[in-house]
């Protein structure tokens, strides 16, 4: 653990507010308030090695009568302060540059806020924040001390529509020579069909910084030979830094509404890259079980997310899995599917392997969701975090699924059990019933398709189990049930 803190304090002078920015990312994102005023709300994670927050943020507007030379002026107030980021384990948080003397490193949360009129006879409007300065140590930027953080976004005053707000923590400290799997976790109101866009950190004249050569936006900084991805459609990034490094990177999220485009915003962010000696990150297998009908999925080119696409009403589950080659480790696996959609949930089971099965509803009025689901081990002092990211949107090509049962029932006794469960089924449709036992990696153990009227009892045998955790999914027509089933022997 020493080594590990002497090599991070070493390589990026966590003890020196001096050579810091206290920047470590931004967002901007917008609300209606009404018909004619917006809320902007911006987002600012601060690395407490560094100076201090802002204290008096201001925003400049940019509209049709407001142009470059002549902004419209107003000040964010502060609504959320000095809120701690949780970048350690939970022994090291007392232990952190947040804590008064702490060499562990520490960020906290500001959120400031503003409400402003909006010009309904424009159809253009832009926002726009800076703060004075990047981090000196910056290693892919030309003159990152003397370049301005800056971020924006635009939307269309004639058009009804929030921005994207972005859910996952900016993570700043990435193992060297590690596969790094991250996703920004953008959710969307209406449901508007999103755009990731790589984009190069701007200044304060909304001009692109200059990259040390030889990076650029699609390279912008040192990775092994697979590069920096970003899904233009998912958003999910991949990459495998090659070197110890301090980089700034930025992205846009672009709202599309009927192929016109309402909406963006940005994240500009920079990131630690250290060696981790034995440390591993979390790894997900590729593959995922997905327990629904009228459902058709398309992973992503490097297998890390993808998009579902479901007929009208259908409702679906899938299960996704991850491991550490650290196998003292503990993952945690968590989703925000119930921020991404109303009626959403997920129900994990954590460990090494841990597991998360994500129930996805029905699409109503919006037709296009994104999510994520984040897999999490427990590494001293910092965790590794894995965030995926899936889209779901409707596919009238599919047809239109039949509703469930409401009163559709699955009561499983006992559990946990040994050599037998009793299944009793209530509420079921005519025809053909599918019960599954899955183990964590997925896998299916026990499959049995029985012929079942209103209401049946199923006795299924379980001694050929090993003792653990399962999933027991019960399948009947448009009805679904998942359950967690433990076998104690």
């Not at 804590?99 to 726009?128: A, M, R």
């Not at 899936?390 to 059990?417: C, M, Q, R, T, W």
């Not at 449709?429 to 036992?437: D, P, S």
């Amino acid at each position: 653990m020493k080594k590990f803190l002497l090599a991070l304090l070493s390589t990026f002078g966590m003890v020196s507010a001096a050579s810091a920015s206290h920047g470590v990312a931004f967002d901007l994102q917008y609300e209606p308030v009404g018909a004619d005023s917006m809320r902007v709300i911006l987002k600012f994670y601060r690395d407490c090695a560094g100076i201090q927050a802002p204290t008096n943020p201001i925003l400049h507007v940019y509209d049709c009568t407001h142009m470059s030379v002549n902004p419209l002026v107003y000040q964010l107030q502060n609504t959320i302060n000095a809120q701690i980021v949780p970048v350690v384990s939970a022994p090291y948080l007392g232990q952190t540059t947040c804590s008064g003397g702490g060499n562990y490193p520490g960020i906290e949360f500001y959120q400031y806020e503003t409400v402003i009129p909006i010009d309904t006879s424009c159809n253009t409007t832009t926002l726009h924040y800076e703060e004075c300065c990047r981090n000196a140590a910056i290693t892919n930027l030309a003159n990152p001390s003397g370049e301005s953080f800056t971020v924006e976004a635009w939307f269309n005053p004639q058009v009804s529509n929030n921005s994207v707000e972005l859910t996952t923590l900016p993570v700043p400290y990435l193992c060297n020579q590690q596969l790094f799997t991250y996703n920004h976790g953008a959710i969307d109101a209406e449901g508007d069909s999103l755009v990731f866009v790589n984009q190069a950190p701007i200044n304060t004249n909304n001009a692109p910084v200059v990259y040390n050569l030889p990076y650029n936006v699609g390279n912008p900084f040192s990775t092994d030979a697979s590069g920096y991805i970003q899904d233009p459609m998912t958003g999910q990034i991949t990459f495998s830094p090659n070197g110890i490094q301090i980089v700034a990177v930025s992205m846009q999220v672009q709202e599309y509404r009927n192929g016109q485009m309402v909406g963006s915003t940005m994240r500009d962010m920079q990131m630690y890259i250290y060696n981790c000696d034995s440390n591993q990150n979390v790894v997900l297998r590729p593959a995922i079980q997905i327990n629904g009908a009228n459902v058709i999925y398309t992973p992503n080119s490097n297998q890390m997310g993808g998009t579902f696409k479901v007929a009208r009403g259908a409702s679906f589950s899938f299960i996704q899995t991850a491991d550490d080659a650290n196998t003292n480790q503990i993952i945690t696996a968590s989703s925000n599917i119930n921020r991404a959609l109303a009626g959403g949930y997920a129900n994990s089971t954590n460990g090494n392997p841990a597991m998360i099965e994500v129930f996805v509803p029905a699409l109503q009025a919006q037709r296009r969701a994104t999510f994520t689901t984040t897999f999490e081990d427990n590494a001293n002092p910092i965790p590794n975090r894995t965030v995926t990211g899936f889209v779901v949107e409707e596919d009238l090509s599919l047809g239109a699924n039949v509703l469930p049962n409401a009163a559709f029932g699955v009561k499983i006794s006992p559990n946990p059990a040994q050599n037998f469960i009793q299944i009793e089924l209530g509420g079921l449709q005519n025809g053909e019933t599918q019960i599954q036992i899955i183990d964590l990696t997925g896998k299916t153990i026990v499959s049995q398709q029985i012929s079942t009227g209103n209401q049946h009892i199923s006795i299924l045998a379980t001694q050929g189990l090993a003792s653990g955790i399962y999933v027991l999914q019960v399948r009947n027509g448009a009805n679904f049930n998942s359950q967690k089933l433990i076998i104690q022997k």
